[in-house]
Nanobody, 120 residues
Framework: QVQLVESGGGLVQAGGSLRLSCVAS????????MGWFRQAPGKERECVAS????????YYADSVKGRFTISRDNAKNMVYLQMNSLKPEDTAVYYC?????????????WGQGTQVTVSS
């Protein structure tokens, strides 16, 4: 089973930046599209960004376009999410997962996530 470990969250003021990291186990990582998801209290989990395995084609939700940047390092089985110009509405627990169809989680398994809190 794929193991996913997210890190890098924290408390930041509006307008600030954070960089999230996710390390994933599994031999198919380099060919898997990977994504970042978030879930705020009382809301459904949503995909905010994803990146393909080989050519690094990216997808972003409209709410984060121009502010968030997803990247990956296949040699290290790592996926990153650089978050700039953070807003209070970005407050959520952030998770990574393999993705299909650009924004649909491929697995029902989720890591523990990392909490991002943006104060106004």
């Amino acid at each position: 089973q794929v193991q996913l470990v997210e890190s890098g969250g924290g408390l930041v003021q509006a307008g600030g930046s954070l960089r999230l990291s996710c390390v994933a186990s599994g031999r198919t990582f380099s060919t898997s599209r990977m994504g970042w998801f978030r879930q705020a209290p009382g809301k459904e989990r949503e995909c905010v960004a994803s990146i393909s395995g080989r050519i690094f084609n990216t997808y972003y939700a409209d709410s984060v376009k121009g502010r968030f940047t997803i990247s990956r390092d296949n040699a290290k089985n790592m996926v990153y999410l650089q978050m700039n110009s953070l807003k209070p509405e970005d407050t959520a627990v952030y998770y990574c997962n393999a993705v299909k169809d650009y924004s649909v989680p491929l697995s029902d398994y989720w890591g523990q996530g990392t909490q991002v809190t943006v104060s106004s």
